[in-house]
């Protein structure tokens, strides 16, 4: 957590690695044997893919991480790898005091204060004899810091600005875990910009390739290969009306089975589904409620599990055990063997994720009435 704090605050790279490895960047190389360099890049490797995340890494081993970022120069690896990394920093955070949590927030620009008496309190719930259940909210934070830390988060309706309670500019939380949440967020995003920029400064990366033993060199080319499927979204091509997708009349017959495919029907999905969709394409973390309308529609409208699965290892903050149980719990395969639909507009709407008004009441309908549409302009 040390290195990304200091990441997150825009601490320069060279003072950094001499802080924390005792050399200077162009030196940092000579400083360990091969064979452990290697097995940094090998667990870099297993971090991406989203196969063996510890909850924390040595400093020195996490600082080598961002250094063989920069030499791959692919901002969705880098986004990637600090979401997992800052996830990883939960823990860490949840254990400390608070006066050390507040301090660590102070730092990301976050003014949270403490209320030791509790003088904000909350009446949650009265029952029939008129006792009362009340939550105190001892952290507060002023609300346009609120809003900003939680932006990516909003989507969640328990996170959206107007769910909370707000009194005289400050945001009141009930739960430390809430506020341990927003620290991630702010960290997260004061990382990933600063990362950008240097993936962008060609003398930082210049410097870390020729300082680089050629093996490893060839190692870390082989390992941006490798994860070429990570860093290259799906492409968002124009539709082909010709394509064999739209020969049956009765759409519910549709078996897709490649993103060829995919991309030749996005074009006919509801704008709330493409809209999410394209938030995954850009490697965006999703809401609850968005992977679940996403997955549903996809699975309803005849997407191959296997597929879905391949399409949600975009996301950042990937796992594919926890997923593929998720998809094929929404499928019907397991747990109640119930398959599910998608939210159905009105719903859509309280979530905030509708986008436009397209006069249907689920967004199946929409995708239904486009490919008949279609097909009654072939005949």
Same mark, same amino acid.
């Given at each position: ?13 060279? %003072? ?21 360099? =290697? ?26 991480? =961002? ?39 102070? @730092? ?75 620290? %991630? %967020? ?54 082909? @009306? ?30 709330? =589904?493409?809209? =999410? ?9 999703? @809401? ?92």
């Amino acid at each position: 957590m040390k290195v990304l704090l200091a990441v997150a605050m825009g601490k320069n790279l060279d %003072e950094l690695c001499q802080a924390m490895l005792g050399a200077p960047l162009h030196e940092i190389f000579d400083l360990y044997p091969e064979d452990v360099l =290697i097995k940094y890049l090998n667990d870099l490797k297993d971090i991406l893919e989203g196969r063996s995340i510890k909850s924390s890494y040595p400093s020195d081993e996490t600082l080598i991480h =961002i250094l063989y970022l920069l030499v791959l120069r692919s901002k969705s690896l880098a986004h990637r790898f600090l979401t997992y990394l800052t996830k990883a920093t939960s823990k860490t955070l949840s254990n400390l005091l608070d006066e050390e949590l507040l301090r660590i927030a102070k @730092s990301l620009g976050l003014n949270f204060k403490i209320d030791n008496r509790c003088d904000e309190y909350i009446i949650e719930f009265v029952d029939e004899r008129g006792r009362s259940l009340t939550s105190c909210y001892r952290y507060s934070l002023p609300y346009y810091q609120y809003i900003e830390a939680t932006l990516r988060l909003s989507k969640d309706l328990k996170w959206k600005f107007t769910n909370q309670y707000v009194k005289k500019g400050m945001v009141y939380l009930r739960d430390k875990r809430q506020v341990v949440r927003i620290i %991630e %967020e702010a960290m997260l995003k004061r990382t990933v910009d600063h990362l950008d920029k240097l993936i962008t400064d060609n003398t930082v990366v210049e410097v870390l390739s020729r300082s680089i033993p050629e093996k490893l060199l060839d190692r870390i080319k082989a390992l941006s290969n490798e994860l070429a499927y990570y860093s290259t979204p799906l492409h968002n091509n124009t539709a082909r @009306s010709t394509s064999k997708e739209f020969e049956s009349v009765n759409s519910k017959e549709l078996k897709i089975e490649s993103y060829e495919q995919l991309e030749n029907l996005k074009p006919y999905f509801p704008p709330c =589904i493409q809209q =999410i969709l394209d938030r995954l394409l850009e490697k965006t973390n999703l @809401s609850h409620q968005e992977r679940f309308a996403l997955a549903t529609f996809m699975i309803n409208i005849g997407v191959e599990l296997e597929l879905l699965l391949e399409l949600f290892k975009l996301a950042p903050d990937f796992n594919e055990r926890i997923a593929r149980y998720q998809i094929e719990h929404l499928a019907g395969l397991r747990g109640s063997r119930k398959k599910y639909l998608p939210y159905n507009c009105d719903t859509m709407k309280v979530m905030n994720l509708c986008v436009s008004e397209c006069g249907v009441r689920n967004p199946l309908t929409y995708f239904y009435r486009q490919l008949r549409r279609v097909n009654k302009v072939k005949k």
